[in-house]
């Protein structure tokens, strides 16, 4: 959303007062005169936009991609909050577990207060119920982290007073049905074009039916997410980006050229806009920092994934050679290297004092050692995607958009849905998933072909998933739907250490009797106890009555 800032962070400080403020009706009979209080705050429609553009930031920033940790695509190369959730290694007591439920919670009690008084404003109706459905959207936002993590939660759709604070948790699939019908009402009422201008960034008719897709696929209600996402399509205004070029389509829209304020990026539905020189981030450095050991290291695992151009995985395809390197880039599926650094491709990590003074802006090898003189990895692999070059350099200059919600992710969830219902043809595949492989340039998924070389439709599927939303935060609720607990438990793992230039640099890694570094190991999945979150130790010494999740 695009709004002066300074603006932005004075009045979120002013909305989440009235918020609170809000709490107790008895507190003063007379509201004060010199000051913006409950009372007298939402009175025009100038107001409720201010008091939106605080609720904007609530909603999930580059922390989208940091949840990417929890899963089986990336290792963080030091300890963090996600990966040890990832990891099964973790209690109650983790800050960030806390730190999800209450700033969830915050939104969602700033929504309820912004849907609790908005008409009161002396505006044309029909604006302000859209207004209003961007609220919804928001509060709706907040419950699908809240069910996604912890299950079972309070549902809370009002602003309670200092004796309603704490709240028995509801059944998750209580809460499911009340976001499916606050978002049906929330895309009733807002505009099915793509917002520009000033109302750039904000939500649309694409972004509730959107989210109510990925609700529905996240809780197994494959009806509604087909017609949901079906609906999407149907808009006619999202398209998937594409410059003209299938060997950077996919790359350039997570740099600055992928931006929705260009007016070139049709694709993302929601998303957290950054502007230059104001509000920024700092990922493209995180991904290929040049003088530490990178964030995001790629691992094995989600290397494999990717198929060879025949459409077939690199076990069974003719295609594939692994004698070195540089053999694992040949022939993939062009996501791959649009994803994956792949060796003769432009980077941020240069290391200035190569021997064979080659051009230090060009990828050549991993670089295992850590002298801070280049970008260091622990598996072996860097990731490209996200990577705004220009800016890698730097700290905390990103302005690149970070894309929540994709129209790829909606052609996704349309043909998962379709399948797990028993009913995908041909026909869903060309006017989804072969839209996707489509932008790149792979081999069309053709389901006779399928079969014919022994592969399970759903497999595919999924891993189509995987690969077009790698990065995305997303890979972990969808392996925790999938029941796949199991991928989680597995050693993280990187390159060959036999491919490493100097051995010496390696040998001290442990690799497994392939060969193959182990890049982290003693992970851990348990069902039940797995599957969700704890309720956070400090919620439960407030309020015992939520109880706990099972196995915790």
């Not at 250490?497 to 497994?512: G, I, L, M, Q, T």
Request: with cysteine; aromatic share 10%; net charge negative.
């Amino acid at each position: 959303m695009i709004f002066h800032m300074k603006k932005y962070i004075k009045l979120g400080l002013i909305i989440s007062g009235l918020c609170f403020a809000s709490c107790d009706d008895g507190f003063l009979d007379v509201a004060p005169l010199d000051v913006v209080t409950n009372e007298t705050f939402w009175e025009s429609e100038e107001q409720l936009i201010l008091a939106l553009n605080g609720l904007y930031g609530n909603v999930k920033a580059k922390n989208t991609v940091d949840m990417e940790n929890m899963g089986d695509n990336t290792l963080w190369p030091s300890t963090t909050a996600y990966q040890q959730i990832g990891s099964g290694n973790f209690a109650n007591d983790l800050g960030t577990l806390n730190t999800e439920w209450t700033t969830q919670y915050r939104a969602i009690r700033q929504a309820n207060a912004f849907l609790e008084n908005y008409e009161r404003a002396e505006m044309d109706p029909d604006r302000r119920e859209s207004l209003a459905g961007e609220a919804r959207v928001i509060r709706a936002l907040g419950y699908l982290f809240l069910t996604s993590f912890f299950g079972d939660v309070p549902l809370v759709t009002t602003t309670l007073t200092v004796d309603e604070v704490f709240v028995p948790r509801s059944p998750r699939a209580e809460v499911i049905s009340f976001l499916f019908e606050d978002l049906d009402r929330a895309a009733a009422s807002l505009p099915v074009e793509i917002r520009s201008g000033q109302q750039l960034g904000r939500m649309s008719r694409g972004s509730a039916l959107a989210l109510k897709a990925r609700i529905a696929l996240y809780n197994g209600h494959y009806d509604v997410a087909e017609e949901a996402a079906k609906q999407v399509m149907d808009l006619g205004v999202y398209e998937l980006f594409n410059i003209g070029d299938p060997s950077r389509n996919y790359y350039e829209l997570f740099t600055y050229n992928g931006r929705q304020a260009n007016r070139l990026n049709k694709e993302t539905i929601i998303g957290r806009l950054h502007l230059p020189d104001l509000v920024l981030h700092n990922l493209s450095r995180e991904i290929q920092v040049p003088d530490q050991v990178i964030r995001w290291n790629p691992t094995k695992s989600l290397v494999d994934s990717y198929l060879m151009v025949d459409g077939l995985p690199i076990d069974s395809s003719p295609l594939y050679v692994e004698e070195g390197y540089d053999d694992v880039f040949e022939n993939r599926d062009p996501r791959m290297v649009q994803t994956i650094l792949s060796p003769g491709s432009a980077w941020g990590g240069r290391f200035d004092g190569r021997a064979d003074n080659t051009d230090p802006s060009i990828f050549v090898e991993p670089k295992f050692n850590n002298d801070r003189r280049g970008a260091v990895t622990v598996t072996g692999y860097y990731f490209t995607k996200y990577a705004e070059i220009s800016t890698v350099g730097l700290v905390g200059r990103d302005h690149n958009d970070i894309h929540l919600f994709r129209y790829a992710e909606v052609l996704l969830t349309y043909a998962e849905a379709r399948m797990e219902q028993g009913s995908l043809t041909q026909e869903d595949l060309d006017m989804s998933i072969n839209l996707l492989r489509d932008r790149v340039g792979m081999k069309h998924m053709i389901l006779d072909e399928l079969a014919e070389a022994g592969l399970e439709l759903r497999d595919e599927i999924r891993r189509e998933r995987r690969v077009e939303l790698a990065l995305e935060g997303q890979r972990y609720f969808d392996i925790l739907r999938w029941r796949d607990g199991a991928s989680l438990a597995e050693d993280v793992k990187g390159i060959k250490k036999a491919w490493a230039s100097n051995p010496a640099f390696v040998a001290n890694f442990a690799e497994d009797s392939e060969g193959y570094i182990i890049a982290y190991s003693g992970r851990t999945f348990v069902e039940p106890r797995n599957l969700l979150w704890p309720i956070p130790l400090p919620q439960l010494e407030r309020f015992p009555g939520l109880g706990q999740n099972p196995g915790w």
